[in-house]
């Protein structure tokens, strides 16, 4: 029903910048929000941003306030994640994550929010 693309991962030095995509392929779905998560080696799933995919309000973790981004383009269907300043702790698997309309609070941070993934996209900051 819903199919997630991420790409744009990489190897960048510290202080460098990449921006990640997320190509959204659905058929008859809704999609309400999406958001970042990142997963470190030996580490569980982190929160790093949501966005609403229609109203475009965002959130993020504070680690990544002031240097990551978070966007969409709804005409192509594709959310991005801008990141400059990166730094060695940012190295990690990116996933992007939608969420389709569910009655009750929205815990965007919470994992068990988001009913699609995808595969995840690698970054490694060199220091």
């Known amino acids: 029903q819903v199919q997630l693309v991420e790409s744009g991962g990489g190897l960048v030095p510290a202080g460098g910048s990449l921006r990640l995509s997320c190509a959204v392929s659905?058929?008859?779905?809704?999609?309400?929000?999406m958001g970042w998560f990142r997963q470190a080696p030996g580490k569980e799933r982190d929160f790093v941003a949501a966005i609403n995919w229609i109203g475009g309000s965002t959130a993020y973790t504070d680690s990544v306030k002031g240097r990551f981004t978070i966007s969409r383009n709804t005409a192509v269907n594709t959310l991005y994640l801008l990141m400059n300043r990166l730094k060695p702790e940012d190295t990690a698997v990116y996933y992007c994550?939608?969420?389709?309309?569910?009655?009750?609070?929205?815990?965007?941070?919470?994992?068990?929010?988001?009913?699609?993934w995808g595969q995840g996209t690698p970054v490694t900051v060199s220091s």
């Open positions: 994550a939608a969420r389709r309309y569910s009655s009750g609070t929205y815990y965007y941070h919470l994992l068990t929010e988001y009913h699609y």
């Open positions: 659905r058929k008859t779905v809704s999609i309400t929000d």
